[in-house]
């Protein structure tokens, strides 16, 4: 438990200056491909270090929860790409890596991590089951919101209209609203800080992407 904390706490610390790193290494020409090449490489180690700490601890009800949030909402993102049914039309481009079904694996891994993350941030000011879920999913759409321009440029998807659907924000608004009740009735802990902080991160990352680079 000892090694756990102190991997936790220089993850704590590496974490941010390893994004910041990124950001700037995608404002340099020479490296900006290597960025676009190491994309699913960075969302993978992500995800490794966020839900690690509960694998090692054997946290049996939260890695189901996050095993169910992660298939349904893949599900969700092959059902939305094949019909437009769910978030609107779009397609994926090649910088997220392996797809199955036109959607990358890893798509669903950091939605995941990302309601986890938010739920965890909004449990610190409430644990009042719906203001969780409403709090979380206001993150969620946030994030997203964000993220869509500079995602956009660095071709992790397309949209098929020059505009993004609102449809979109919807579906994601809904999708955490429901995902975080299911984190909040269950009453979920995580044996880490780490998926807060890479909602922080990676929030920060984007934002920094869109004001300076897009």
Not at 12 to 34: E, I, N, Q, R
Not at 37 to 52: H, W
Not at 53 to 71: E, I, M, Q, S
Request: no cysteine; hydrophobic share 60%.
């Amino acid at each position: 438990m000892l090694r756990l904390q102190r991997f936790q706490r220089w993850i704590v610390l590496l974490l941010p200056a390893f994004y910041l790193m990124g950001f700037l290494f995608h404002l340099w020409d020479a490296t900006f491909p290597l960025m676009l090449a190491m994309t699913p490489y960075t969302i993978l180690g992500t995800a490794i270090l966020g839900f690690l700490p509960d694998v090692v601890t054997r946290n049996r009800k939260l890695l189901l929860w996050a095993a169910g949030t992660f298939a349904i909402t893949l599900f969700l993102e092959i059902l939305g790409v094949a019909t437009g049914a769910v978030f609107g039309s779009y397609t994926y481009g090649p910088t997220l890596g392996f797809p199955v079904m036109d959607v990358p694996l890893l798509i669903g891994i950091n939605w995941t991590l990302i309601i986890m993350g938010a739920a965890m941030l909004v449990e610190r000011l409430t644990n009042n089951p719906w203001q969780v879920a409403l709090g979380t999913a206001a993150i969620t759409v946030v994030f997203d919101w964000i993220m869509e321009p500079v995602a956009i440029a660095l071709d992790y998807w397309s949209w098929s209209s020059s505009t993004i659907p609102l449809q979109n924000y919807i579906a994601w608004f809904v999708i955490a609203f429901v995902f975080a009740t299911i984190f909040s009735r269950m009453k979920l802990k995580t044996a880490s800080p780490i998926p807060s902080l890479i909602v922080v991160v990676q929030a920060l990352f984007f934002s920094l992407l869109r004001l300076l680079v897009i």
